[in-house]
């Protein structure tokens, strides 16, 4: 598993470089953002890209027709980069540590641009959360890196 991390972010990276002729001000600037993602599943292949997404509207990473799996992201601020994250893996469950198909981008100004969610099996379709420790199994992980690095 370790390995396969590796793999994906030196991927990530690598996609990164080779599209940074872009200065941050142009980005600050367009209303567009590149975002280079990596979904690692356990028992799964590795799937990674790089798609230009549209400011405050939802970017489809993964539309997979095979396995079920879709991830979007809807990017509100490049400058303090804040948004959605959502998938949904078909016929398996999965959702993020908070048992939603859904998590918040919250990030801090500056150079840091990447993000990092765990992903567990199940999910919540509750509206009101009990207020019990539950123990999540994690069943992979996604990556993302925003912008020009």
Known sequence: MVSKISFALA???AVIVANSDRSHAAEV???DIPVAYGL???GKDAVYGQLVCHIHAPCQLIDNQDTH???SVTIESTQ???GEVSIRCGELDCSFSSGSASAKLEGAAGRERSR???LCAGKD???TKDLVYRTRM???QILFLFGNQ
């Open 80 to 82: 303090r980069l804040s």
């Open 116 to 118: 990092q969610f765990k």
């Open 69 to 71: 799996v879709q991830l």
């Open 125 to 127: 379709a509750a509206i």
């Open 40 to 42: 690692l599943l356990d």
């Open 29 to 31: 600037v367009r209303s």
């Open 11 to 13: 991927m990530l990276a």
């Open 138 to 140: 994690g069943i992979g």
